[in-house]
């Protein structure tokens, strides 16, 4: 099993551009994440979803458009980048939870390896 | 409202001496879970722990150990005989109340401490 993966690892871009980062999960995972990590911050969540064609946003959603039309694949869309978004991405997956009371292995996410996007 | 401090920006410690990484999290629910995660220098995240808010016993693997004190809101991490390898930014991160829809959970992170072992 991959786990999860990201595409691309780096990536950099000129204010106003748009891209699309992609994730994807071989696990049947029910619930994926997008966390940005900045300097001094931690992982911020930006938006997540728990299931197929549905999103929710997270903390910190503006600047961002997502997308699950495929259960494995989870898609972060900048439509016009800008300095601000400069960070490093993380997408996560998990099973879905069924609460806090579930099963511990289900309150696990599992993440990618980050995608590191610069924004000039 | 959910908060996680890790007061500790920075340490710098020489190799084989013993380090303690704190974290103090926030929290109204009763059941939550706590996590501890390490960022090498090649920048993923590699879980290292995972803790109920109902089981406070102390866990140890190997180098690393875990003190968890429900008490003064604190989930510890502690490495013994530090090695160069032990290079990183280690997170603590908290799962608590549901949100959102369909009781998705979020992990707060904390900030996050940098740690050197210097040969």
């Known amino acids: 099993n991959a786990g999860v993966t990201q595409t691309p690892k780096f990536r950099v871009l000129k204010t106003g551009q748009s891209m699309t980062l992609l994730c994807a999960q071989d696990?049947?995972?029910?619930?994926m994440y997008w966390y940005r990590q900045d300097p001094g911050m931690g992982l911020r969540l930006i938006h997540y979803s728990v299931g197929e064609g549905t999103t929710a946003k997270g903390e910190v959603p503006d600047g961002y458009n997502v997308s699950r039309l495929k259960k494995q694949n989870f898609l972060l869309g900048l439509e016009s980048a800008a300095p601000s978004q400069t960070s490093v991405y993380f997408c996560?997956?998990?099973?879905?939870?069924?609460?806090?009371?579930?099963?511990?292995?289900?309150?696990?996410?599992?993440f990618g390896p980050g995608t590191r996007l610069t924004v000039l | 409202a959910q908060k996680v401090t890790q007061a500790q920006t920075e340490i710098s410690v020489v190799e084989k001496e013993d380090v303690t990484l704190d974290c103090v999290y926030e929290?109204?629910?009763?059941?939550?879970?706590l996590f501890w995660y390490k960022q090498p220098p090649s920048g993923e995240l590699v879980f290292l722990i995972r803790?109920?808010?109902?089981?406070?016993q102390n866990e140890i693997s190997g180098r690393y150990s875990w003190n968890f004190q429900k008490s003064t809101s604190s989930f510890n991490f502690t490495i013994t005989a530090s090695q160069v390898v032990d290079s990183a930014v280690y997170f603590c991160?908290?799962?608590?109340?549901?949100?959102?829809?369909?009781?998705?959970?979020?992990?707060?992170f904390g900030q996050g401490t940098r740690l050197t072992i210097n040969p």
């Open positions: 929290t109204r629910d009763t059941t939550y879970y």
């Open positions: 696990m049947n995972h029910e619930y």
């Open positions: 991160a908290l799962m608590s109340e549901a949100f959102g829809i369909q009781g998705a959970q979020k992990l707060v």
């Open positions: 996560a997956s998990s099973y879905s939870a069924g609460g806090l009371a579930g099963p511990s292995s289900y309150n696990e996410q599992f």
């Open positions: 803790r109920n808010s109902f089981d406070e």
